[in-house]
C-alpha cells in the first residue's frame, strides 16, 4: 500500500501546479501547428487551457502545453503528424465525462479536443446502422432514430453528456449491457488517424471482416493506438414492451444469490442492478422511488420484448425471487412506475453528494456467483478502513460500482480511500474478477494493472502498442504500465483468485 | 484476372509434389525436437504426415516436414520454442476441417496438431463457463452440458467433426450467428502459447478485461499470432421452445427483400436461411424435406424463445412475409418436422456431390439490403462464366455461400471456376460487402485481401503480426498478403464500394 500513498500525492500536486510558462517547446509546437492550421483552433493562453484540465476524475488536474480544437479529419491528421514529428505527446478528449483520468492532459503535450466532431453523418434503417462523428452525445443518436422506432443500445450513466468516440475509446456499458453488450458489441467500423496522421478504415460494416479485428483492439485502448474520427454503430429496434421489477431483500447475500439465480434460470434481463441499504436510504430520501428503506438490498429486474416474452420473463423471474427468499416484488405497471423505480438508481451518484462532501466511485468486475462474499468483504473492509461505503451494481453483470464516502477536507482522508479503492480491486482480483467494468484504467487504475497482469502479458501489450505508436506519443503513461513502473510499484501479480502471498489473502 | 489463374496452378501443384527427402534440414529439427520431446510423437515417415497434407480446402496439399503431436501444454511451448530457435515455420491445426486452406502445412515447415487437446476441463454452471481443451469438438461441447439446460451457440455446419481452437482462430459463425453471434461473441478467454514459447492468459471469465483486448485480436487471427492451448466458452440456457418457418417465394428479389423486411422490423430469428431454385432442386431430390421444388427461392426462418415469444414473432414474421409476396409459409408443429425442414439446408453441401462432381463453395458477406442485387449480380457472372451455381445463404447475416459447380476433370474448369470466385469476391466488395463470412482467407482468399485492403491497412496489420511474431514463423504466407504480393498481384483496392477503375466495375 505504501507505494500508492507515495505516488498519489504527486500525481495531486501536478493539479495544483501554475501553468507552464510559454517556454521554447510550447512556442516550437504553436509555431509548428499554426503553420498548417487556422490560429484561432491553436489555444494557449492559460485560460482557454483551463477548461481541459481535467475529466471526470477531477482529483487528477493538469494545464496541457495547448489545445487544439480541429473540425475536419485533415486537421486531425496536421494535428498529429506535426506532434509525431516534433515528438509530443497527444492526449485526444471527448466530452470529458471519463471517471479514470483518460482525458488528463500532460503539461508538455498537445490537447487534441473532437469537440467539433459532433454531426450525425448518415442513417441506414436498412442495415440498422449509423454513422457519427466521435464529437457525438451517446444519447444523441437515440434521439435522432428514436422516431423511426429505433435507439442505440449502449447506456452509460453519463449518456446525456458523453460522446461516442470517448465511449469506443473506454468500451462503455451501461445499464443495459446485460443484454445488448458493451460498446464493443454494438459497433461495426470506425475511421481512425493514426500518430504518423495516417488515415485508417477498421472493421466494416458487413457480418464480418478478414484480418485481425482491429476494431476490438481499439475499443476500449484508452487512445493509445490512434484518435477516433469516425464510428458506424448499430441500431436495435426499440422493444415493443419493457418492464421493471422492484425486488426487495432483508438480506444482501439472498439478494446476490437471487442474481446468480435469474441468470441461471436462462432470463436475460434487459437490466438487473443492485442496491444495498445504505444506497437505497440516500437514494430514497433524494428522489422518493419508492424503495423498502427497510430492506438490506433491492434488485431491479428489467424485461423488455414483445408482450408474451416480457409476460412469460416475468413470471419466472417472480418464481425465481420468491425460491430467493424475496420480501417483497412489485412490478410496474406502465412507463411511469418504471420511470420512477429507475429515477432512484439513475440519482443514486449525485443522491451520494447530499450525505457526504466527497465519494469515490470504484468500478471492479467479478463472477456473478461471488456477488455476496465480495459484497460482505467490501463490508468488512469498510470497517477496517473506517469509511462508509454505498454500493449500486450492475450486479447482472458483476460489474460492481461501490462508493467510498469521504470528504477531502480532513487530512488523509483522500489517501485512506484511495488505498481502500485499492484494497476493493484486489478483493475483485481474489474473486477471479478484473479492476475495472467500464470505467477504463486511465491514470486511476494503472499500478492495479501490475496486480492484474504478469510481465508477459503487459510485454505483450506494450508490443501491440509499438505497432501502432513506437515513440508511445499518445496518451503516454496511462492504462498499461511500464514493468519498470510495476517493478517500483511491487507488482503482486494475483492469478487465478490466488494472491502469491498468504500474508496477502486478505488485505 | 491474370493473376489469380498464373498463380494458382503453381499453388496446385505444390500439392502434386513429391515428399521432401530427409535433408539436413529435416534431420536437424527432428534432432533437436526429439532431444526435449517424446520421440513417438515427432512425426517424419511420408506415410505418418500424409493425413496432414490439406484441410477442408483439398485442391491444397503440401507435406509438412515434421509434424509433432503434443499432449501438454509444457510440450506445446517446446516445439515452439525450438521452432523459433531454429526459424522454422509453424502450422498449428486442430481438426482440419477449415475451408480456406488455413492449416495447410509448409515443405520446410512443422505441423503442430493439437488433436490430444481433448479434454472438456470444468464446466462451471453458476457462471455458464466451461474450459475446454483447442482439441474438443465444437458439438461435444454443447452435448457435454446438455442435461443441464445449456449449449454453446455457434455452430458451424461442421459442428460435429471441427474442434473449438480451430473455431477461434477461424471466428467461426453458423446458422444460429444472426442472433448468438460468432465465436469472438462466445468466447471470454483463451491461453496461448507465443512463438518464443510463453504462455499467456488472454481476456478473462468476468464482463470486460482492461488492458488491449487481445482476445478479440486472436479470434479470427487464424493461427498467425500464437497457438491456443485453451478455450474458456460462454454457455447459453436452452431455449424452451423453437419453431422454423418454411417460407416460399416465386422471385428472387422478394425472398431477398423480405429478409431485410424481418430485419428492418425487429425481429431477431434464431436462423434466417436462403436457398434458391438450384439449391432447392438439389436438396428436396436428396433429403425430401418438402421444400417447395417450383419456388424460386425459399427462406427458413427460425424463432427461439419462451412460448409466447415465439408466438409473438411468428404472427410478426408471418405478417412481414406475407407483405413481401410470400406464396406459401408452413410453421413447423414439432421439433419433428422443424428438423425436417433443417435437413434440407443441413445437406446442401452433399446435396451438390450428387449433382455436380466438383463443387467449390464461396463465402463473402453483403450488407442485407443488396442482397437480390447481389443475387441477381452471381446469376449474371453464371452466365458470363458458363458454370452453374447454387445459393445457400445466412441470409439474416448477409452472408452467402454460393456452391460453384464443376467439374475437376475438365481441362481449364477448376481455374475457370476460381476465376469465377474471384469475381463474386469483388461483387461483394462492391455492394460494400467483404471477402469472407465465416471460413477465413486461408490461402485461399489471400490475393482477394489486396482488393478489399488498402497498403495503409496491410501495414498496419503487418505491424500488429510483428508484435507477436516478428520472424513471421507461425503460419506464413496465409490470411494476410504482403504489400509484395498485392503489387505483384496488381492490387486492386475497392473502397466504399467504389473500384478505382470503371472498367472494372462490372467484371
Given at each position: 500500500m505504501e507505494e500508492i500513498m507515495s505516488e498519489l500525492p504527486a500525481a495531486h500536486a501536478a493539479g495544483a501546479g501554475a501553468p507552464a510558462p510559454e517556454n521554447d517547446a510550447k512556442a516550437r509546437m504553436r509555431a509548428a501547428l499554426t503553420a498548417e492550421l487556422p490560429e484561432e483552433i491553436v489555444l494557449?493562453?492559460?485560460?482557454?487551457?483551463?477548461?481541459?484540465?481535467?475529466?471526470?476524475?477531477?482529483?487528477?488536474?493538469?494545464?496541457?502545453?495547448?489545445?487544439?480544437?480541429?473540425?475536419?479529419?485533415?486537421?486531425?491528421?496536421?494535428?498529429?503528424?506535426?506532434?509525431?514529428?516534433?515528438?509530443?505527446?497527444?492526449?485526444?478528449?471527448?466530452?470529458?465525462?471519463?471517471?479514470?483520468?483518460?482525458?488528463?492532459?500532460?503539461?508538455?503535450?498537445?490537447?487534441?479536443?473532437?469537440?467539433?466532431?459532433?454531426?450525425?453523418?448518415?442513417?441506414?434503417?436498412a442495415n440498422r446502422r449509423a454513422t457519427v462523428q466521435p464529437g457525438v452525445r451517446n444519447l444523441a443518436i437515440s434521439q435522432a432514430v428514436d422516431h423511426l422506432g429505433l435507439y442505440y443500445a449502449p447506456d452509460p450513466s453519463s449518456q446525456i453528456a458523453c460522446s461516442i468516440g470517448g465511449n469506443v475509446a473506454e468500451n462503455s456499458g451501461g445499464v443495459h449491457c446485460l443484454k445488448y453488450g458493451l460498446t464493443t458489441n454494438?459497433?461495426?467500423?470506425?475511421?481512425?488517424?493514426?500518430?504518423?496522421?495516417?488515415?485508417?478504415?477498421?472493421?466494416?460494416?458487413?457480418?464480418?471482416?478478414?484480418?485481425?479485428?482491429?476494431?476490438?483492439?481499439?475499443?476500449?485502448?484508452?487512445?493509445?493506438?490512434?484518435?477516433?474520427?469516425?464510428?458506424?454503430?448499430?441500431?436495435?429496434?426499440?422493444?415493443?414492451?419493457?418492464?421493471?421489477?422492484?425486488?426487495?431483500?432483508?438480506?444482501?447475500?439472498k439478494a446476490g444469490n437471487a442474481v446468480a439465480e435469474i441468470i441461471k434460470a436462462g432470463i436475460v434481463p434487459a437490466g438487473l442492478e443492485m442496491l444495498d441499504h445504505p444506497a437505497i436510504l440516500a437514494t430514497e430520501e433524494f428522489v422518493h422511488a419508492g424503495y423498502p428503506t427497510d430492506a438490506a438490498a433491492i434488485l431491479l429486474c428489467e424485461i423488455d420484448g414483445t408482450e408474451g416474452e416480457v409476460a412469460d420473463d416475468m413470471a419466472r423471474v417472480r418464481e425465481v425471487v420468491e425460491a430467493s427468499g424475496a420480501t417483497d416484488i412489485r412490478i410496474s405497471r406502465d412507463d411511469v412506475e418504471r420511470a420512477l423505480f429507475w429515477a432512484g438508481r439513475k440519482a443514486a451518484f449525485p443522491a451520494m453528494g447530499r450525505i457526504s462532501p466527497d465519494y469515490y466511485c470504484m468500478d471492479g468486475t467479478i463472477p456473478r456467483r461471488a456477488l455476496a462474499d465480495v459484497l460482505i468483504g467490501i463490508g468488512e473492509?469498510?470497517?477496517?478502513?473506517?469509511?462508509?461505503?454505498?454500493?449500486?451494481?450492475?450486479?447482472?453483470?458483476?460489474?460492481?460500482?461501490?462508493?467510498?464516502?469521504?470528504?477531502?477536507?480532513?487530512?488523509?482522508?483522500?489517501?485512506?480511500?484511495?488505498?481502500?479503492?485499492?484494497?476493493?480491486?484486489?478483493?475483485?482480483?481474489?474473486?477471479?474478477?478484473?479492476?475495472?467494468?467500464?470505467?477504463?484504467?486511465?491514470v486511476e487504475k494503472i499500478d492495479q494493472m501490475c496486480v492484474q497482469f504478469p510481465s508477459a502479458e503487459l510485454t505483450q501489450f506494450h508490443a501491440v502498442?509499438?505497432?501502432?505508436?513506437?515513440?508511445?506519443?499518445?496518451?503516454?503513461?496511462?492504462?498499461?504500465?511500464?514493468?519498470?513502473?510495476?517493478?517500483?510499484?511491487?507488482?503482486?501479480?494475483?492469478?487465478?483468485?490466488?494472491?502469491?502471498?498468504?500474508?496477502?489473502e486478505r488485505l
Open positions: 494557449h493562453a492559460e485560460e482557454d487551457l483551463r477548461p481541459f484540465e481535467c475529466d471526470g476524475l477531477s482529483a487528477y488536474r493538469r494545464l496541457p502545453m495547448l489545445a487544439v480544437l480541429p473540425s475536419t479529419i485533415e486537421q486531425v491528421q496536421a494535428v498529429l503528424r506535426i506532434c509525431h514529428a516534433h515528438d509530443t505527446p497527444v492526449v485526444a478528449r471527448g466530452a470529458g465525462t471519463g471517471l479514470s483520468g483518460g482525458a488528463l492532459p500532460l503539461e508538455s503535450g498537445v490537447l487534441l479536443s473532437l469537440a467539433k466532431f459532433n454531426r450525425i453523418l448518415d442513417i441506414d434503417t454494438n459497433i461495426v467500423q470506425i475511421e481512425i488517424v493514426t500518430i504518423e496522421g495516417e488515415r485508417l478504415t477498421i472493421g466494416s460494416p458487413a457480418l464480418d471482416s478478414p484480418g485481425y479485428d482491429l476494431l476490438a483492439l481499439m475499443t476500449g485502448s484508452e487512445g493509445l493506438l490512434g484518435v477516433i474520427v469516425e464510428v458506424v454503430v448499430k441500431l436495435l429496434p426499440k422493444p415493443e414492451l419493457a418492464q421493471c421489477a422492484l425486488i426487495a431483500f432483508d438480506d444482501v447475500r473492509l469498510s470497517e477496517q478502513y473506517g469509511q462508509r461505503v454505498a454500493n449500486v451494481f450492475h450486479a447482472g453483470d458483476g460489474n460492481l460500482h461501490p462508493l467510498i464516502l469521504y470528504d477531502a477536507n480532513q487530512p488523509g482522508e483522500l489517501e485512506n480511500t484511495e488505498a481502500f479503492g485499492g484494497a476493493i480491486c484486489r478483493l475483485c482480483l481474489e474473486y477471479g474478477g478484473t479492476i475495472t467494468g467500464e470505467h477504463g484504467v486511465g502498442k509499438a505497432a501502432f505508436d513506437a515513440k508511445t506519443l499518445l496518451n503516454p503513461d496511462k492504462a498499461v504500465p511500464t514493468l519498470h513502473r510495476c517493478a517500483e510499484f511491487g507488482a503482486m501479480h494475483v492469478h487465478h483468485g490466488q494472491l502469491p502471498h498468504p500474508e496477502l
